[in-house]
C-alpha cells in the first residue's frame, strides 16, 4: 500500500479512525490484561494436555486440550501482531502526513 498516492482527505480520515482505534485500546487496561490472560490459560492447557499424555497415554481429553491451546495461543498472536501492524501503519501515517505539511509550508514560504 503506497501512502504516497493517497489524498490529504484519506491520509487523515484514515489517521483519525486509527487514532481512535489505539486510544480506545490503549485505555483498556482489562483489555491488554485479558489478552495476556488468555495466552497464559493456552500455554497451561498445552502443557496440561502434555503431562495428562505422559502419565495417562493418549486419550481425547489430552488431544483435545493441545487443540484448545494452540488455538487460543494463535489467536492471541495473530491479534497481538495485527496490533502492532495498526501502530506501525498509524506512525507511517503521521510521517506522511508531517511530511506534506513541511512540503506545503517550504512552497508557501519561496
Do not use: P
Request: hydrophobic share 40%; charged share 30%.
Amino acid at each position: 500500500m503506497d501512502i504516497k498516492k493517497w489524498t490529504d482527505e484519506e491520509l487523515s480520515s484514515t489517521r483519525d479512525k486509527l487514532d481512535v482505534w489505539c486510544l480506545k485500546h490503549a485505555t483498556s487496561s482489562w483489555g491488554n490484561r485479558m489478552g495476556l490472560l488468555t495466552a497464559v490459560l493456552g500455554a497451561i492447557a498445552i502443557s496440561t494436555g502434555v503431562v495428562f499424555i505422559f502419565f495417562d497415554g493418549i486419550t481425547a481429553m489430552s488431544i483435545i486440550l493441545i487443540i484448545l491451546g494452540v488455538v487460543t495461543c494463535y489467536s492471541w498472536y495473530k491479534s497481538e501482531k495485527q496490533r502492532k501492524t495498526n501502530m506501525d501503519f498509524l506512525e507511517e501515517l503521521k510521517v506522511e502526513i508531517a511530511r506534506r505539511a513541511k512540503r506545503k509550508e517550504e512552497k508557501s514560504t519561496s
